[in-house]
């Protein structure tokens, strides 16, 4: 067990029991509100068009080159890089939990960490990949992608709906409880609460629970420096924090996007078909062995 995980599991003994719910008081289980299901669907629908889902439903990758930074005593037991300060290129293909890790600097510099089909491989510089089990890599990747394309992929959830409005440090935001399976809090699925900021309609804050990491985990990611790139609206700054009232100085970590190397279609697909073998997952998340 490794170091990470075994922290966690100390720090969570007292919740062990907890499940995190993110689900916020406005929003009716008993019965279930269609009108507020039609509204959530709307707005996502709305902000996802704000973001640019014409320009994402025509990509086929995505690249960029990031700084990342990790700080504090959490981050120290929760960070899954190698240090607390790493610069890579991240490589995905869009709409799916294929993606790449190059490190462009420091002692692991030319080294790729891979997910394909949710199959984890390292490849050394000037070696061939080799396929390992690694839960740092596979914690990582699918996270930074996914809360990217949040916007985008969260129009596929089983479950959207309207939370009402919330001012928060002064500005107004509609809020969007997104899940699957039930409204009940369960460890077979993330919740989420997307804020979408009503002056700009742009999501600029997500809450959400991190259930592969722990049952009662939960933080929230700030998109700052929106930026379009070929018609795609890309946050430079991409902040974590705990709850979406932080000051975002105090970070867990935060990713900080190299602008100009920001690319749409950038790398080809086929970059990512390591092992011919292996079926394409797509959007699936990785079953849970029983």
Not at 3 to 26: D, H
Not at 202 to 220: H, N, P, S, W
Request: hydrophobic share 40%; with cysteine.
């Amino acid at each position: 067990m490794k170091l990470r995980t075994l922290s966690l599991l100390t720090l969570g003994l007292g919740l062990a029991g907890c499940t995190a719910s993110l689900r916020p008081a406005e929003v009716s289980v008993s019965p279930v509100d269609p009108s507020a299901e039609a509204q959530g669907r709307r707005l996502l629908a709305a902000a996802a068009d704000k973001h640019g889902l014409a320009a994402f439903k025509g990509a086929q990758t995505l690249s960029y080159q990031m700084h990342d930074h990790w700080q504090g005593m959490l981050a120290a037991l929760g960070n899954p890089w190698p240090a607390s300060k790493i610069d890579v290129k991240m490589t995905f293909k869009t709409g799916t939990f294929d993606a790449r890790a190059e490190f462009v600097s420091g002692e692991h510099k030319g080294l790729v960490w891979g997910l394909q089909s949710w199959k984890s491989y390292k490849q050394a510089p000037g070696q061939a990949p080799v396929f390992e089990e690694d839960e740092d890599l596979s914690f990582i990747l699918p996270a930074v992608q996914y809360l990217l394309e949040f916007p985008f992929r969260a129009q596929h959830a089983d479950i959207v709906t309207y939370a009402g409005r919330e001012v928060v440090n002064g500005r107004s935001y509609d809020r969007i409880f997104v899940t699957w399976g039930s409204y009940e809090a369960h460890t077979g699925a993330d919740q989420y609460v997307a804020y979408i900021d009503r002056e700009r309609g742009l999501i600029t804050k997500v809450q959400y629970t991190v259930r592969e990491f722990a049952r009662f985990a939960k933080g929230t990611v700030h998109y700052d420096d929106m930026r379009n790139v070929g018609g795609l609206m890309v946050p430079m700054v991409q902040t974590i924090t705990s709850e979406p009232s932080d000051d975002t100085q105090n970070y867990l970590h935060r990713m900080t996007l190299v602008p100009e190397s920001v690319a749409i279609d950038g790398e080809p697909a086929t970059l990512f078909v390591v092992d011919p073998e292996l079926a394409p997952a797509g959007d699936h998340k990785m079953q849970e062995s029983s």
